[in-house]
């Protein structure tokens, strides 16, 4: 059984059009994450969700909108996209104060 | 900024051979937890290590903690090519930050047989 899933796991697309991109997890955690990664493979955090509550949100540009319908979901929508949004996006989900977080495989974005 | 730094960037080993990373950062953590990312793949958890630790092993790694130093090393023993991957350092700053990990830049090991 898939304990963190993405979809879609690639997405190719052009600069200005909206895009969406879900995760579910099976893990009964509280809380889930979304994280970008770059070509230089480093890691970001964008945002954090506990409870459908968003948490953390980190200087992320407005175009960049979470949503979580409930504690299983935490989808990512971008408007208006740009060539330096290409990336990985990791989502990742962990029980609160428990520390260890479980990422999905990521969804590799490529803006042309 | 409180992103951690790794050393080595890189580093290729033999079959066999033991393999070392560090990591350091800058400010108090509640916890510190290795990562390990195979090419194209999500990040796996490997080991957590707490502020009031010092070491911890699970298998063949083990994970040192300085807090006076604010570093952190990771040591696989007896390494296999399917060791290859990137491994990366996060620190956890506690729950009023969310539970967020900061991540190091990561090492790239790479094993061969």
């Known amino acids: 059984d898939t304990a963190v899933s993405q979809t879609p796991k690639y997405l190719v697309t052009q600069m200005g059009n909206d895009k969406s991109i879900k995760c579910e997890q099976n893990?009964?955690?509280?809380?889930m994450y979304w994280y970008k990664q770059d070509s230089k493979k480093f890691l970001k955090i964008m945002f954090s969700?506990?409870?459908?509550?968003?948490?953390i949100n980190e200087t992320v540009p407005n175009r960049f909108s979470p949503k979580s319908p409930d504690k299983a979901h935490l989808n990512l929508h971008i408007n208006s996209l740009e060539l330096g949004d290409s990336a990985v996006y990791f989502c990742?989900?962990?029980?609160?104060?428990?520390?260890?977080?479980?990422f999905g495989p990521g969804t590799r974005l490529t803006v042309t | 900024s409180q992103q951690g730094e790794e050393d080595p960037q890189a580093l290729s080993i033999q079959e066999g051979e033991n393999a070392t990373m560090n990591c350091s950062y800058k400010?108090?953590?509640?916890?510190l937890q290795w990562y390990r990312q195979n090419s194209g793949r999500g990040l796996v958890h490997l080991i957590l290590?707490?502020?009031?630790?010092r070491e911890k092993h699970s298998g063949r790694l083990r994970v040192t903690l300085d807090t006076s130093k604010k570093s952190s090393s990771l040591l696989i023993t007896a390494s296999r090519a399917a060791d290859t991957a990137s491994y990366f350092c996060?620190?956890?700053?506690?729950?009023?930050?969310?539970?967020?990990?900061?991540f190091g830049q990561g090492t790239e090991l790479s094993v061969k047989p």
């Open positions: 990742a989900s962990s029980q609160a104060g428990a520390g260890e977080q479980y």
């Open positions: 893990l009964g955690h509280d809380t």
């Open positions: 969700y506990n409870n459908k509550e968003l948490i």
């Open positions: 400010t108090s953590i509640n916890n």
């Open positions: 290590i707490r502020s009031n630790e």
């Open positions: 996060a620190t956890d700053y506690g729950p009023n930050q969310g539970g967020k990990l900061i």
